[in-house]
Structures are given as C-alpha cells and as structure tokens.
T-cell receptor, first 113, second 114 residues
Framework: QKEVEQDPGPLSVPEGAIVSLNCTYS??????FMWYRQYSRKGPELLMY????GNKEDGRFTAQVDKSSKYISLFIRDSQPSDSATYLC?????????????FGQGTTLQVKP | GAVVSQHPSRVICKSGTSVKIECRSL??????MFWYRQFPKQSLMLMAT?????????EQGVEKDKFLINHASLTLSTLTVTSAHPEDSSFYIC??????????FGPGTRLTVT
C-alpha cells in the first residue's frame, strides 16, 4: 500500500462543474497538507496549504482535511478550461527535519468547454 | 512572491558530456532546496535535499557522483549531471522552501541526451 493514494484519472468534466479531487494517506502522523497544480511541461504551482482538519477556502478552491479519516480533498467550483492540469496532493513527512514532502501520483483533470 | 527560476529550460547534450542546471529563489532566501526528477505521466521523484553550505542528502538509489549538487548560497543551488547518458533524459525540477513546509517549484528543465 502506498503511503499516499491519489486516483490518477483522467477526470473529464464540463465547464462550470464542481470538481472534487481526493487523496488518502496511511500515516496518521502526516501533517501540513498541500495541493499543487501542474500544467504540462511546467513545474508544479502551489495552490493551497493547510495544517489542521477543516476547510480552507481561496476563491474557487476549497481544501478540506479530515485527519480522523486520513482523507484530504480539493474542490474546484465553476471549473474552467484553464483548470485543465494535473493536481498533486502533498504532505510533510514528520520524520524529516528538512521539510521533505511525499506526493500523490497526481490526478489529471480536463475541463471541456 | 516566492518565485523560483531554473536555467536552462531545455538542454540537449551528447552522451558523455556534463550538464549544469541552476535553481534560484528570486525573492526569498531558501532554507532548503530540493531536486526532483519527473518521468512522463508520473509524479515527482525526490533526488536530493540541499542546504546552503552543507553537503546534499541524496535519496536511496540516486548516485551522488553522477548528480552533483552544490548549494552555494541561500538563493542558488546547482545540479550537475555528469557523463550524461540517454537514460538520464528527463524533466528535472527544483523547489525551495522558506521557513514553512510548503515548497515553491521552478519551471523545470527538460534534459535530452543524444
């Protein structure tokens, strides 16, 4: 079992749809959760990060963390074709004092006009 | 804020030559920089972690004599692929972190070894 599981997709939705992207993790000690967006042939871009359980909202994006279920989600409202990209979840490895992260496999999202 | 640059963005070299990739944090001082490798349609694979003025820490299976990392200052780290071979062709991405745990990534360097 991988430490972080993320459905690779691809996920295809019509423009305007609400998108739900998810990751599960196995180590309850994981903390500091991040979501990155990566366009093809580009470096990942940090979208959101959160430390605690609960919701954090930024514009059309909402990050949700449920530590009791070891489950994190990213919701995208009113999805746009420009949201088409690969979304990676990441979390801090607790044993690392240098801030190493562990990444999910990434979910490829396509938003069709 | 939190901009990281990489140079070059693309490089093509002949087998047996060495290639240097630069990673700079443009508007912040990075406590730590990381180097990743990414194959098509796959996630990021951490190669090494580096701190300014100290030796890099390499992940298991990464040859430190082949992938030389120098972290000269709080804003600059370099990765040198020595005696490159076609199997080293890949997308190399650096990242940097400040005092928090979020990492800010560069745009990546596509290396092709012929």
């Amino acid at each position: 079992q991988k430490e972080v599981e993320q459905d690779p997709g691809p996920l295809s939705v019509p423009e305007g749809a609400i998108v739900s992207l998810n990751c599960t993790y196995s180590n309850s000690a994981f903390q500091y959760f991040m979501w990155y967006r990566q366009y093809s042939r580009k470096g990942p871009e940090l979208l959101m990060y959160t430390y605690s359980s609960g919701n954090k909202e930024d514009g059309r994006f909402t990050a949700q963390v449920d530590k009791s279920s070891k489950y994190i989600s990213l919701f995208i409202r009113d999805s746009q074709p420009s949201d088409s990209a690969t979304y990676l979840c990441a979390m801090r490895i607790p044993s690392s004092n240098t801030g190493k992260l562990i990444f999910g496999q990434g979910t490829t999202l396509q938003v069709k006009p | 804020g939190a901009v990281v640059s990489q140079h070059p963005s693309r490089v093509i070299c002949k087998s047996g030559t060495s290639v240097k990739i630069e990673c700079r944090s443009l508007d912040f001082q990075a406590t730590t920089m990381f180097w990743y490798r990414q194959f098509p349609k796959q996630s990021l694979m951490l190669m090494a972690t580096s701190n300014e003025g100290s030796k890099a820490t390499y992940e298991q299976g990464v040859e430190k004599d082949k992938f030389l990392i120098n972290h000269a200052s709080l804003t600059l780290s370099t990765l040198t692929v020595t005696s490159a071979h076609p199997e080293d062709s890949s997308f190399y991405i650096c990242s940097a972190r400040m005092t928090g745990y979020e990492q800010y990534f560069g745009p990546g360097t596509r290396l092709t070894v012929t």
